[in-house]
């Protein structure tokens, strides 16, 4: 049985802000644009949800509902910055993560080791770490897989844990709203209404065939979500695994010498580009020959990455079929981790 722990930052943009600016606190804000007096809001905290202000709502209903709305513009960046940090304290747990947003995420910890592998004392610590390192709240829900996870986090909102564990989940679970399914927005809630569906238990009743025939093959996987089966893996983004700077010649080279000094510029452009990847440890150098007929090879090695390895590695290459070449290419794959074990963030310059 796998261990899967659904994280979600409270009211996130919003609590950010209350952070930084406390007076905040005591106030209904929500964070949106207003462009001439449009606009919609991104989130809002829980003071303002009281007055019926939420996500994707347009500013101007909101303030008519909750007149003294304090407004805030999104500061992205700063969101961006928790993020990383928040992500960073995932990874001393596992690296098996898959980012839904800015401020969420599954972690199969099935395989940690920390804690005595005990999930729910990771999700713990977990969120007290975030809370020391950021200063912000979050739920956890602790389940065997991703859709239990994450009806889990979203349960005992703000600062919430939920565990949902095997035993009588079909009951469990048998009230909750099918709003409650990721993927299962208004479109489908509506479907389901006319079929008198609100519930998993109103689910429940129904043969697979049944929920196939009224959804398709959603209709399958409805089957297995509303008695608590979901076999999705936590799907990890793989970060990148190669670079290479590839030049096409404005007329096709022949000849070891011309090639040499191409195989130079090339180097050192693609040396230049591997600044940002400095925290990646190189697992073979790899060289790309296309020739004027259009056929292309590479070869690649478990070299060092130096210019008279490139050379080397071309030579050997060019030496098969020394021909006119149309396009050169020098590259280097990653592994996929350090080899002291210390972890990669290869995505979180992205954000
Ligand atoms: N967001 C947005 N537009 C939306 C929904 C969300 O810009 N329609 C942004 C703002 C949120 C953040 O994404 O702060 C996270 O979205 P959540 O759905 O997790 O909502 P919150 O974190 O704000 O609140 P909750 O405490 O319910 O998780
Ligand atoms: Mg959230
Ligand atoms: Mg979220």
């Known amino acids: 049985m796998k261990k899967i722990i659904h994280i979600d930052m409270d009211y996130f943009y919003a609590q950010v802000e209350e ?32 007055f019926g202000v939420k996500s994707a709502m347009p500013t101007s209903k909101a303030l008519k509902l909750c007149p003294q709305l304090v407004l805030i513009r999104p500061h992205f960046e700063k969101y961006k910055k928790v993020s990383s940090e ?6 001393e747990y596992t690296d098996k993560i898959q980012r839904l947003s800015l401020d969420e995420a599954y972690l199969d910890v099935t395989n940690c080791t920390h804690l005595n592998n005990d999930a729910v004392l990771i999700a713990k610590e977990i969120k007290s770490k ?74 429940q009743r129904f043969s697979k065939l049944d929920l196939i025939n009224m959804f398709g093959d959603y209709g399958a996987t409805l089957y297995g979500y509303c008695r608590g089966v ?59 020959i296309k020739y004027s007929d259009f056929k292309s090879t590479t070869i690649e090695s478990q070299l060092e990455f130096t210019l008279d390895n ?18 050169l290419g020098l590259g280097v794959k990653f ?11 290869p995505f979180l310059d992205e954000f």
Not at 20 to 42: F, H, M, Q, T, W
Not at 335 to 345: A, H, M, P, T
């Open 19 to 50: 952070r930084d600016y406390p007076e905040l606190k005591s106030r209904p804000v929500a964070i949106g644009g207003i462009y001439n007096g449009r606009g919609v809001l991104c989130t809002s905290n829980y003071i303002a949800r009281k």
């Open 86 to 91: 928040v992500v960073q304290i995932f990874y």
């Open 130 to 203: 975030i809370l020391a390192k950021t200063g912000l709240t979050a739920s956890a829900g602790v389940s065997y897989n991703k859709l239990l996870a994450k009806i889990g986090s979203d349960l005992f909102k703000p600062n919430g844990l939920a565990i949902l564990r095997r035993e009588n989940i079909e009951k469990n679970i048998a009230d909750f709203s099918v709003a409650k399914i990721n993927g299962v927005g208004k479109v489908t809630q509506d479907k389901m209404g006319r079929f008198n569906i609100k519930t998993f238990g109103d689910l």
């Open 230 to 288: 979901d076999t999705r893996e936590v799907q990890e983004r793989q970060g990148r695994k190669s670079l290479s700077v590839e030049h096409t010649f404005a007329e096709d080279i022949v000849g070891s010498e011309e090639l040499r000094d191409k195989i130079i510029e090339i180097y050192y452009e693609l040396e230049s580009r591997l600044e940002k990847y400095r925290d990646k440890f190189y697992k073979n150098i790899m060289v790309k």
């Open 335 to 345: 592994y996929s981790s350090d080899l002291n074990g210390q972890l990669v963030l």
């Open 310 to 327: 490139f050379h080397e590695l071309f030579g050997r290459r060019y030496s098969e079929r020394k021909e006119h070449v149309r396009l």
